[in-house]
């Protein structure tokens, strides 16, 4: 849903940032690297002290190297293999990092097993969504589309869990976890269905031919 708005932020909001480090000399790859740096340092270090609007403000000045480094990958010349599958790799520690921060929360000073648990089960199945589709992709088959693609699960509970900090409403928190853990469900169950569908009909076409 939020990837339609990426090519905006991209060639209007980020710009200056993409032209000002190509004239800077850094690398694209650079650019990912400090960008998942400082995304995990925000939530494994932040969160579970507690301080959860420090830790999504943190995290949220660094999680825009993600579209960052494409843009000047493109606009470089310099996209490649390596890079897509660098940053792809580095995206699932950078979800590992804010999911499991708020696991090390909840189970600290948030002190609730149910939402640790709800918490965890978004983290596992964040990256079975991830990885359905990518698996897919390798078989030549595709599992796109699903209610939790990865910029809506980032972008719904660092927004919730920002607000909820902010002004002392948690239940914003819990009901956006709620929210994600049925919706990660139905994506994962989703792009099963896909790739069943898909593989049955190419066994069909074999058998007619």
């Known amino acids: 849903m939020l990837d339609r708005f990426k090519h905006f932020?991209?060639?209007v909001m980020l710009a200056p940032f993409v032209n000002t480090f190509i004239r800077l000399g850094i690398s694209p790859d650079a650019v990912t690297l400090v960008g998942t740096l400082g995304v995990s340092a925000g939530a494994l270090v932040f969160f579970p002290q507690g301080k959860l609007l420090t830790g999504v403000l943190?995290?949220?000045a660094f999680v825009f190297s993600d579209l960052i480094d494409g843009a000047m990958a493109r606009a470089t010349g310099r996209s490649s293999k390596f890079g897509a599958f660098f940053d792809s790799t580095l995206d699932r520690i950078g979800d590992g990092a804010i999911f499991g921060g708020l696991v090390l929360y909840f189970a600290g000073p948030g002190d609730s097993y149910l939402y640790l648990c709800l918490t965890l089960y978004c983290l596992v199945m964040g990256a079975v969504t991830?990885?359905?589709?990518?698996?897919?992709?390798s078989l030549g088959m595709d599992a796109k589309g699903g209610l939790a693609e990865r910029a809506d699960r980032?972008?719904?509970i660092l927004a919730m869990t920002g607000l909820g900090a902010l002004f002392?409403?948690?239940i914003l928190m819990y009901v956006t976890?709620?929210?994600l853990a049925l919706?990660?469900?139905e994506t994962v169950v989703r792009r099963i269905l896909m790739v069943r569908?898909?593989?049955?009909?190419s066994s069909s076409d074999l058998d007619q031919s």
């Open 197 to 201: 569908r898909q593989t049955m009909t």
């Open 154 to 156: 980032l972008v719904a």
């Open 168 to 170: 002392d409403l948690p």
């Open 130 to 137: 991830s990885y359905a589709r990518a698996r897919a992709e």
């Open 58 to 60: 943190v995290i949220s």
């Open 9 to 11: 932020w991209q060639s």
């Open 177 to 179: 976890i709620w929210v």
């Open 183 to 185: 919706a990660n469900t």
